[in-house]
């Protein structure tokens, strides 16, 4: 299976001494015609052989290898050159190597005897599935099952074997990969339109788990836009899917492609009840991309770091409802930069789309074509304001850089001391280093402003909905504020920008 590398779902996947091939996961389908569903009696339940007739021919198993050094005469397998455990097959170390990333249970990691010859040899590297997007030969699979691959052998359900070609670069952030095989007049799969799709209705898969070609799965739909990384939202089923299922397909009752299976949970290495499939109409965008001139995914950025708008905090500073992406830190000279965006905004909209959830930020600035102009609404100091910015290609996001030390002692104020703070004045070079106008440094922190997770060297600039310039300004609100309700603070901590709630002792 996929090892998912999504920030926003840490699946924890926990492999069995039994577990054999290589793990994979499927997903929801699209709704299920009126006259298959089953009645309140359990009556007229689906029929799948016609969908099974339909689309299995254009799904095919794909076979990966990859180029070895070996000992002769040295032990076991997989290039560690150590004895497999009792009972524990080269397949069972392959599931845990490909899948998981682990070493075998009592298998250490060694490497090759400089003492001895290495030779190079083809070697299997893992089982997945695929399906056929055209009649040339062009075929869609998960990423991670042709990654870091040097030879990908295709076999269709007739038993004639290809070598394939992978298009273009895999794109690992939506797991989406394309290969191309030296073939015409093959039969293709139809493509469904994810947005019908409802929870509920009937979906099936067809793959390969653990190498077992052409198996045939069903299920339902058990949520839709299930959020797990930056860029996709998932489809959830409970459709069988085991390791070898990556990269086939979710279909529904019209036999239309709607997905492709990638994730699982679980924590056997086997199939627990729940699977997730990229949804195909972001599969589609992605695989355009690879077939084009580049064969490479483009996506726009706008230089920013985000965090959810958690309900305390929105109601705090009046914006209503958890909503919207919270701009912990602003890249210098991005277009968000650029734009006029600030570190304690609040994105609610962009290009005229709500901004629900800050995972849906990424998604639609990713999916805008760099260069162009789009329209931004942010939320700052208990008002909205519209700006433009001019979106710009994505790139490897840049390390964050620690505040600089303070050149003066805490100055403690009775204002401060009330809500368990004690603050200093930054210096015209700590604020250049920051690249802020104003705000004061924290010198300590204890009490209610320690429980909130302030700590010594954070730099508060803004209080409630008022920005903070000094020691004096700071003390002049603080004095203002109601203790008896909580206090939201807008601080920096390096280049994150953060909101946490000084609350009223108990």
Same mark, same amino acid.
């Given at each position: 299976?996929?090892?998912?590398?999504?920030?926003?779902?840490?699946?924890?996947?926990?492999?069995?001494?039994?577990?054999?091939?290589?793990?994979?996961?499927?997903?929801?389908?699209?709704?299920?015609?009126?006259?298959?569903?089953?009645?309140?009696?359990?009556?007229?339940?689906?029929?799948?052989?016609?969908?099974?007739?339909?689309?299995?021919?254009?799904?095919v198993n794909i076979r990966t290898l990859e180029r070895a050094r070996s000992n002769p005469g040295g032990g076991g397998g997989?290039?560690?050159?150590?004895?497999?455990?009792?009972?524990?097959?080269?397949?069972?170390?392959?599931?845990?190597?490909?899948?998981?990333?682990?070493?075998?249970?009592?298998?250490?990691?060694q490497g090759p005897r400089p003492d001895r010859p290495q030779e190079e040899e083809a070697r299997p590297r893992g089982v997945?599935?695929?399906?056929?997007?055209?009649?040339?030969?062009?075929?869609?699979?998960?990423?991670?099952?042709?990654?870091?691959?040097?030879?990908?052998?295709?076999?269709?359900?007739?038993?004639?074997?290809?070598?394939?070609?992978?298009?273009?670069?895999?794109?690992?952030?939506?797991?989406?990969?394309?290969?191309?095989?030296?073939?015409?007049?093959?039969?293709?799969?139809?493509?469904?339109?994810?947005?019908?799709?409802?929870?509920?209705?009937?979906?099936?898969?067809?793959?390969?788990?653990?190498?077992?070609?052409?198996?045939?799965?069903?299920?339902?739909?058990?949520?839709?836009?299930?959020?797990?990384?930056?860029?996709?939202?998932?489809?959830?089923?409970?459709?069988?899917?085991?390791?070898?299922n990556s990269g086939g397909p979710l279909i529904n009752m019209r036999g239309e492609v709607i997905g492709i299976n990638s994730?699982?949970?679980?924590?056997?290495?086997?199939?627990?009840?729940?699977?997730?499939?990229?949804?195909?109409?972001?599969?589609?965008?992605?695989?355009?991309?690879?077939?084009?001139?580049?064969?490479?995914?483009?996506?726009?950025?706008?230089?920013?770091?985000?965090?959810?708008?958690?309900?305390?905090?929105?109601?705090?500073?009046?914006?209503?409802?958890?909503?919207?992406?919270? $701009? @912990?830190?602003?890249?210098?000279?991005?277009? /968000?930069? %650029? !734009? =006029? &965006?600030?570190? +304690? *905004?609040? #994105?609610?909209?962009?290009?005229?789309?709500?901004?629900?959830?800050?995972?849906?930020?990424?998604?639609?600035?990713?999916?805008?074509?760099?260069?162009?102009?789009?329209?931004?609404?942010?939320?700052?100091?208990?008002?909205?304001?519209?700006?433009?910015?001019?979106?710009?290609?994505?790139?490897?996001?840049?390390?964050?850089?620690?505040?600089?030390?303070?050149?003066?002692?805490?100055?403690?104020?009775?204002?401060?001391?009330?809500?368990?703070?004690?603050?200093?004045?930054?210096?015209?070079?700590?604020?250049?280093?920051?690249?802020?106008?104003?705000? $004061? @440094?924290?010198?300590?922190?204890?009490?209610? /402003?320690? %429980? !909130? =997770? &302030?700590?010594? +060297? *954070?730099? #508060?600039?803004?209080?409630?909905?008022?920005?903070?310039?000094?020691?004096?300004?700071?003390?002049?609100?603080?004095?203002?504020?109601?203790?008896?309700?909580?206090?939201?603070?807008?601080?920096?901590?390096?280049?994150?920008?953060?909101?946490?709630?000084?609350?009223?002792?108990?």
């Amino acid at each position: 299976m996929f090892r998912i590398e999504w920030k926003t779902l840490r699946m924890r996947l926990a492999v069995s001494a039994l577990a054999v091939g290589a793990a994979v996961a499927l997903v929801p389908a699209q709704p299920v015609l009126a006259q298959s569903a089953p009645n309140r009696q359990g009556g007229n339940l689906p029929d799948f052989t016609e969908l099974v007739e339909q689309v299995g021919p254009a799904v095919v198993n794909i076979r990966t290898l990859e180029r070895a050094r070996s000992n002769p005469g040295g032990g076991g397998g997989g290039g560690g050159g150590g004895q497999l455990p009792p009972g524990m097959d080269e397949e069972m170390q392959e599931f845990f190597r490909r899948f998981f990333g682990q070493p075998l249970p009592g298998v250490p990691r060694q490497g090759p005897r400089p003492d001895r010859p290495q030779e190079e040899e083809a070697r299997p590297r893992g089982v997945g599935s695929g399906f056929i997007l055209t009649q040339d030969g062009f075929v869609m699979t998960n990423a991670h099952v042709v990654e870091g691959a040097e030879e990908v052998i295709v076999t269709l359900p007739d038993k004639r074997e290809f070598k394939a070609k992978v298009v273009g670069t895999p794109d690992k952030r939506t797991d989406v990969a394309v290969i191309k095989i030296d073939a015409t007049g093959l039969p293709a799969v139809r493509i469904g339109d994810v947005s019908k799709l409802k929870v509920g209705e009937w979906v099936m898969a067809i793959g390969s788990p653990f190498g077992l070609e052409n198996t045939v799965t069903a299920g339902i739909v058990s949520a839709k836009a299930r959020e797990t990384g930056d860029y996709l939202p998932f489809i959830q089923t409970d459709v069988a899917i085991n390791p070898g299922n990556s990269g086939g397909p979710l279909i529904n009752m019209r036999g239309e492609v709607i997905g492709i299976n990638s994730q699982i949970y679980s924590r056997s290495g086997g199939f627990m009840g729940i699977s997730f499939a990229i949804p195909i109409d972001e599969a589609i965008r992605v695989a355009d991309q690879l077939r084009g001139p580049s064969g490479r995914v483009v996506r726009g950025r706008i230089g920013v770091q985000i965090d959810q708008v958690t309900k305390d905090v929105a109601e705090s500073l009046g914006l209503g409802r958890p909503q919207g992406a919270l $701009v @912990r830190s602003v890249e210098a000279g991005s277009p /968000a930069d %650029r !734009a =006029g &965006i600030e570190a +304690g *905004d609040i #994105i609610t909209r962009f290009d005229g789309k709500t901004i629900e959830r800050a995972t849906d930020l990424p998604r639609l600035v990713g999916n805008t074509k760099p260069g162009s102009r789009s329209s931004l609404t942010v939320f700052r100091r208990g008002g909205t304001r519209e700006l433009n910015i001019q979106v710009a290609e994505i790139e490897p996001e840049k390390p964050v850089r620690r505040a600089a030390a303070p050149e003066e002692k805490p100055k403690g104020s009775a204002a401060a001391q009330s809500v368990g703070l004690a603050v200093s004045d930054l210096s015209d070079a700590q604020k250049k280093e920051l690249k802020i106008k104003g705000g $004061v @440094r924290v010198e300590a922190a204890t009490e209610s /402003a320690a %429980r !909130a =997770g &302030i700590r010594e +060297g *954070d730099v #508060i600039v803004q209080i409630g909905n008022t920005e903070i310039n000094s020691v004096r300004e700071f003390d002049a609100v603080v004095a203002k504020v109601d203790k008896t309700k909580p206090i939201p603070v807008l601080l920096r901590r390096g280049e994150l920008a953060t909101y946490l709630l000084i609350r009223p002792s108990r």
